[in-house]
């Protein structure tokens, strides 16, 4: 089978790290070109796009935002023109259900098959192929490609029709980025209060009314050290498609906004490339 990626990103350059790993030989486009190197001789680096699909059977691309996605698929060079009939392109950036049911469109007009697959999961898991899929689309067409799915993660959960994985992922970041906030808060105000921080994380993570998941971002929280697991821009892009979302299906989310407006606000200080749980820094800033 051949395979092409494009996106090496925080999550892209591990997923695609994962790929060679298990004995494949891939065709990489990234914008920046050198981090193509990084994955050695087994990742052959295209100059375009479209030159990095011509043989491919399966493409999978993890890029920023839909923007980025439809600029690389449909734009100057970009991929979906140039890929054979028949071939398989599996999105697993995270973008809203409308875009990627957008995008199965675009690549049913030229005879290719789509898969929404977007993952819950950051860097570490992404590093450790424990990701977990929400896959959409063709159930034939997400058997077909579970095997090579699992090279990089732990687990595909298919979700039904295109649209549906980016759905899922949608239900995900908005859980996480309230986790993320609501713990956050608890801490300072348990700072305030007086307690010591070990104190508070340790009797915290030990309740069931603490999100497991922000037990990953306690060391973070405790050293001030905010390099990006998961860019926090991207927790407000997600946020900011969920409403979008919310808003095709008619759907009121008050405490999706509100979140939204905590992460743009941290954005604006400057935090855009830090770790989504630098969300806690912004919220503990005094003037
Ligand atoms: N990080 C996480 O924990 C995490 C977890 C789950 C899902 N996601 C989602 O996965 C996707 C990738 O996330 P990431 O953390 O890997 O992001 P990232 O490190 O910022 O990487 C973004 C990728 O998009 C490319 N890109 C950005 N702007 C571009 C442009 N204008 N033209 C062409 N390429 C462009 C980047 O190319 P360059 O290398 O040239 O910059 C890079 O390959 C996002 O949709 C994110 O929401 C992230």
Partial sequence: MNISFIGLGIMGSRMAANLIKHGNKISVYNRTKSKIDELGENAVAKDTPAEAVNEADVLITMLSTPAVVKKTALGESGFLNAMKK??????????????????????????????????????????????????????KDVEEVTPLLKT?????????????????????????ANSMIAFSEAVIL???????KQFLFKTLMALPVTAPFCASKTAKMDKEDFSPEFPLQWMQKDLELASETAYE???????????????????????????????????????
């Fill in 86 to 139: 028949g071939a398989l392109w599996i999105d697993s950036s995270t973008v809203n259900p409308s875009f990627s049911k957008s995008m199965a469109e675009e690549a049913k007009k030229r005879n290719v098959r789509f898969i929404d697959a977007p993952v819950a999961g950051s860097k570490i898991p992404a590093e450790n192929a424990q990701l977990v899929f929400f896959a959409g689309g063709d159930k």
């Fill in 190 to 196: 348990g700072e305030s209060i007086g307690f010591d």
């Fill in 152 to 176: 990089m993660g732990k687990m595909v959960i298919y979700s039904g029709e295109n649209g549906s994985g980016a759905g899922m992922k949608m239900l995900v970041n908005m859980l996480l």
């Fill in 249 to 287: 299906c008619g759907a009121a989310l008050p405490q999706l906004s509100t979140a939204k407006e905590i992460y743009a606000l941290a954005k604006r200080q400057g935090m855009a490339e830090l770790d989504m749980s630098a969300v806690y820094k912004f919220l503990k800033k005094k003037e």
